[in-house]
């Protein structure tokens, strides 16, 4: 039994005034614990409709949706969801928000969560920071302040939807080997969403390529290179870009014939 298992997942959105229409169709995907998996496809494939009924915020209307043996009814603090806005509260310092996960559990004192939220400052590079608010900081450091915080109440499994959509691109790639890091030191399986294929290439093992209209899965990709091996220059990077360019049809060579 695979960790993740999704089978003939459907989702059928219903608006107030009773019209239907079909987001996901026929979903089929099995995620080993520990796997770091993108789903990836243009805006409106259903990515972050596939997340959210994993993650138990909207879920599937048809088939099944398991995480860890179990159903996914509702959400969990098991499994935790990290968006591209930082959610984070202004008024609380650093520290006081990587705490706010750990605040409704029963016997933790003061002291334990305090130290519990430094250990993850630290695993994203912010124990610097923790007296620091929100505001002072920049997008990339928020962003790993809302990546601690979901780390801190140790989950099983976190799902992020565009994370890094609103960074720029150096940022963005800092924080794409920050979060490669995290996974392997940490071992949680990650679902990562994203309509870059760069992004998808660099951080899965596998990418699930998916289509709209309606959306769905159109091919499963594994990625050869191992954590550690990662180099945007490497044959093997170029190479997997390239596959999963093709089955976007993509072609490298101009698509409009000049006529002089
Ligand atoms: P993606 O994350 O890949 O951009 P979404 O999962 O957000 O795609 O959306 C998939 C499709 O479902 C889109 O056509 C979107 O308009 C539609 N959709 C998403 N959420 C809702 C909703 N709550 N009600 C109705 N339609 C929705
Ligand atoms: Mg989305």
Redesign the pocket.
């Known amino acids: 039994m695979a960790f993740i298992e999704i089978e003939h997942a459907g989702?059928v959105?219903?608006?107030p005034a009773g019209e239907k229409?079909?987001?996901?169709n026929d979903v089929n995907l099995e995620i080993e614990r520990g796997e770091f998996v993108c789903?990836l496809?243009?805006?409106?494939?259903?990515?972050?409709?596939?997340?959210?009924a994993l993650a138990g915020f909207?879920l599937a209307t048809e088939g099944r949706v398991a995480v860890d043996g179990e159903e996914v009814r509702g959400p969990s603090p098991e499994r935790v969801t990290i968006f591209q806005q930082y959610g984070l509260l202004p008024w609380r310092t650093v520290l006081g928000n990587v705490e706010l996960g750990l605040e409704g559990r029963r016997g933790l004192s003061k002291a334990e969560r305090d130290s519990t939220a430094y250990e993850y400052l630290a695993l994203v590079g912010l124990e610097d920071f923790a007296s620091a608010h929100p505001n002072e900081l920049s997008g990339g450091m928020q962003q790993r302040v809302s990546i601690a915080r979901g780390l801190a109440v140790n989950p099983e499994v976190l799902f992020m939807?565009?994370p890094f959509g609103a960074l720029d691109a150096i940022t963005r790639m800092k924080l794409q080997d920050d979060i490669l890091r995290i996974a392997k030191e940490t071992g949680k399986t990650v679902v990562f969403?994203t309509?870059d294929i760069e992004e998808a290439v660099y951080l899965s093992d596998r990418i699930v390529v998916?289509t709209?209209?309606p959306?769905r899965v159109k091919s499963v990709v594994e990625v050869p290179m191992s954590w550690g091996f990662r180099d945007r220059t490497s044959e093997d990077f170029v190479a997997c870009r390239d596959k999963v360019f093709a089955i976007f049809n993509m072609k490298h060579e101009p698509e409009i014939e000049y006529v002089i």
């Open positions: 989702k959105y219903t608006n229409f079909r987001a996901l789903l496809g243009p805006s409106g494939c259903g990515k972050s409709t596939l997340l959210s909207d939807d565009e969403v309509h998916m709209p209209n959306g």
